[in-house]
Structure formats: structure tokens, C-alpha cells
């Protein structure tokens, strides 16, 4: 697998005097569709330890403004994914892209839900695709959404420490 292997996380870089210190670039080398091709693939696919130093899964729930499924909790959109890459690796997972519609289900409701996964399964980063694109999927795209989003961050102990890049 010389293509995963090669690919490294990058943080700062020669010449820039620090202006990129601690920002950190996700390359995907390799993507995995569960819904084509299986969790077992992951296992196969995955480098090691170490050569990652993090991992991560990206998930949406269209709803019904698209013709993915239906509403889909956080559960159903990550838990599968998330326990293989469990299986597979010690590092910090993240969810490095995310997203929820309004038509269908409770976007409050499912922003609450996501937050708990995050906590229950240990994920350290949520990176929120906030555009209107194919659907409204920004966080602000009703009051509700806004204010579930803006409990969630002030729970007490909610949001620890900026995760450590590196190893």
C-alpha cells in the first residue's frame, strides 16, 4: 500500500515563520463507501497506526430534501463506521464532516443526538459542513438548530482541551 503510506499530516511548513503552526491539513487517501462495498474493507484498506495519526468519518443526514434514505439518526449515519474504525486503530477519531437537513425530522433533536455520540464514543473533533447547497445544512438554518447547538457547547465539560496534533 505505498499510496496511504505516503502521505503524511502536515502541520506548518518550511518558510512560512510559524504562520502555519498548528493548523492541520486532512488528506483522504483512501474512501470507503459502506453502503457499496462493506465495513470489512476498512480493515483491509488501513495502513496501521503508524502511519495515521488520526482517523476520521464523514456523514449526513439529508432527510427527506434528498434521495438518501430518509432521515437517519446520528447513530445510524456514524455508529457503524465509527465502531470499525475502533476496531482497527488507537488514534483520535474525528468526524471531519458532517451535516443535517431540516426537512424530515428534528434538526434540534439530531444535533442534541450527534453531540451525544461524540461524547459516548470518544470522537474529538466535529468539523460542521455549514453551507447551503443541496439542501439548507448550515447550523444556523433554523432557531432551533441554532440554539440546540448553542446548549450543546456550553454543557459543562462538553468541549475539553484542543486536541494534540502529532503523536
Request: charged share 25%; glycine share 12%.
Amino acid at each position: 500500500m505505498a499510496g496511504p503510506r505516503s502521505v503524511r499530516w502536515c502541520a506548518g511548513s518550511p518558510g512560512t515563520d510559524g504562520l502555519l503552526d498548528g493548523l492541520v491539513r486532512t488528506q483522504h487517501p483512501v474512501e470507503v463507501r459502506q453502503r457499496q462495498h462493506g465495513l470489512h474493507l476498512v480493515r483491509s484498506l488501513y495502513p496501521g497506526d503508524e502511519w495515521v495519526d488520526w482517523v476520521g468519518v464523514d456523514g449526513y443526514n439529508g432527510g427527506s430534501a434528498l434521495p438518501w434514505g430518509g432521515w437517519r439518526s446520528p447513530e445510524e449515519v456514524f455508529g457503524s463506521s465509527v465502531a470499525e474504525l475502533r476496531r482497527v486503530s488507537d488514534r483520535p477519531l474525528a468526524i471531519t464532516e458532517v451535516a443535517c437537513a431540516e426537512q424530515g425530522g428534528d434538526k434540534a433533536a439530531w444535533l442534541r443526538a450527534l453531540f451525544d455520540l461524540a461524547v459516548d464514543r470518544d470522537v474529538r473533533a466535529l468539523v460542521w459542513f455549514d453551507h447551503d447547497k443541496e439542501t439548507d445544512w448550515r447550523l444556523a438554518s433554523s432557531p432551533a438548530a441554532a440554539a440546540a447547538v448553542r446548549r450543546e457547547v456550553r454543557v459543562p465539560g462538553r468541549l475539553g482541551p484542543p486536541p494534540r496534533m502529532g503523536r
